[in-house]
């Protein structure tokens, strides 16, 4: 059944480490054969052995709209044969910056760049340049990319292969970054209480989607928001994830909280690599040339990247009630797996909010990266591969979300429903 992966596998493993150019791909915590892509279309993906999946990664987000969606790759056709880069700036920039703008609350300026992980990093570098302080408080499990400064208890991979601490991140750079458990408001204000003057910002996802799916308990966000404001800490919202997927304006509109600063990726770029940071325009000017804090970038607003990314964005702003009909995918699919995991006998959890959600096999809620960790991963791992076996792609590891496109039919989510029947079925027999 997966014959042709197992043999790419087996060369990959001589020419690129572990495998794969990114580590959850590798299926480590899972075990088994990571799966060779060949082509996908809509709510399917299909391997090189020519198996079909209903696909619940999505490329980790940006699929929102599905695989090869097709005014998506049609633009992306079309702008390749005007140049593929310039390295001059472009009308189509200012265009999706425009876009970007108006969709999403409380930002003024936006600055492009190549993935999350640059994001994140000059984020906080602003934060640090803007404010003249070192330090940042990050959540444990939560992920920011792999800039050095995020690599210290972060979730993601990072927890999926058991790292603790990373080697080659220097110790002063781990010393600046304080984490604390997510959803622990007195265990913030008690680092903000310990380190007087020193935070440059705090950086939270607004619901973390890199220890499984788990959201942010009533008050937490709003918290944060007060402690920054108190504190002149700046306050990054990582909507990297929730960007254009919890809302049109991301968690900060769907929680109505403001940030100051905020990261995006994944959809963004229409599954080109994109990533961007914005905010309001008086911190947004310290950015270089405007400002001294340098960041830069070859392919930055590279004309394929940004016209991907716009024509994207710009059927989610244009669809009336599109985030209504994705919620309503996602609690069709949560309500038909609780069942089928209820009728199993099966302890679990099902976390959900828009069209992002977990499953953990635990008894209790999971809240934070603890209650994530004592879930049975064991158990996990086997679902996991039955479920593949059944033509489902779940992302290879309990510490990653679930995302759902709108792609997704009906007829997948039954599909998806009667597959994990017979997978507890299979794992108990
Ligand atoms: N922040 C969050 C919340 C993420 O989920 C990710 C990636 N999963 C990143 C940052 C890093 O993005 P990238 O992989 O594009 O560098």
Known sequence: MFTKSQALFEKAGKVIPGGVNSPVRAFRSVGGTPVFMQ???????????????????????????????????????????????????????????????SMVPNIEMVRMVNSGTEACMSALRLARGYTGR?????????????????????????????????????????????????????AVEQLVAEHPDQIAAIIVEPVAGNMGCILPQPGFLEGLRDICDKNGIVFIMDEVMTGFRLAKGGAQELFNIKADLVTFGKIIGGGMPVGAFAGK?????????????????????????????????????????????????????????RSALGAAGVVHQVNHIGSMMSVHFAEYPIVDFTSASGA????FRRFFHAMLERGVYLPPSAFESWFISHALGQEDIDFTVEAAKASMQAIKA
């Open 39 to 101: 082509h996908a279309k809509g709510a399917y993906m299909y391997d090189v052995d020519g198996n079909r999946y209903v696909d619940y990664i999505n490329s980790w987000g940006p699929m929102i709209l599905g695989h090869a969606y097709e005014p998506v790759v049609k633009a992306i056709q079309e702008y390749a044969t005007y140049s593929t880069s310039f390295g001059a700036p472009t009308e189509l920039e200012v265009t999706v910056a425009e876009l970007i703008i």
């Open 134 to 186: 070192n330090k940042v408080i990050k959540f444990e499990g939560n992920y920011h990319g792999h800039a050095d400064s995020f690599l210290v208890s972060a979730g993601s991979g990072v927890a999926t292969l058991g790292i603790q601490s990373v080697p080659g991140v220097t110790a002063s750079v781990a010393e600046d970054t304080l984490s604390v458990p997510y959803n622990n408001l007195p």
């Open 281 to 337: 325009r008086e911190i947004m000017e310290h950015i270089a040339p405007a400002g001294k804090v340098y960041q830069a970038g070859t392919l930055s607003g590279n004309p394929i990247a940004m016209i991907a990314g716009y024509t994207l964005l710009k059927a989610l702003n244009d669809h009336p009630n599109f985030y209504t009909q994705l919620e309503e995918k996602t609690n069709a699919l949560v309500a038909g797996l």
């Open 376 to 379: 049975n991963n064991e158990l």
